[in-house]
């Protein structure tokens, strides 16, 4: 399983997420992906991201994608937590 982060360098939402997930220990859980990069460009258009921040769940048998704070924050503490 991979949970591709994709954000931008000029996002504050992005920013908030990020120190959100620092402050509760789950940023370890996530590969960063900065969309104005060529490799992040293509990740962009292969799981469809349209806005940052954004969280892919990649797994063998699904692609899930969470769009707000909350519901990625959440998504990740189950993680964790499991």
Known sequence: MVNYLFGTSHCPMCDNLHRELERKGLIDLVTDVDCETDEGSELVSKYGVRHTP???????????????QPDIVKALSELKNA
């Open 54 to 68: 954004t969280l892919v769940r990649v797994t063998d048998h699904s692609v899930i994608t969470y769009l707000r």
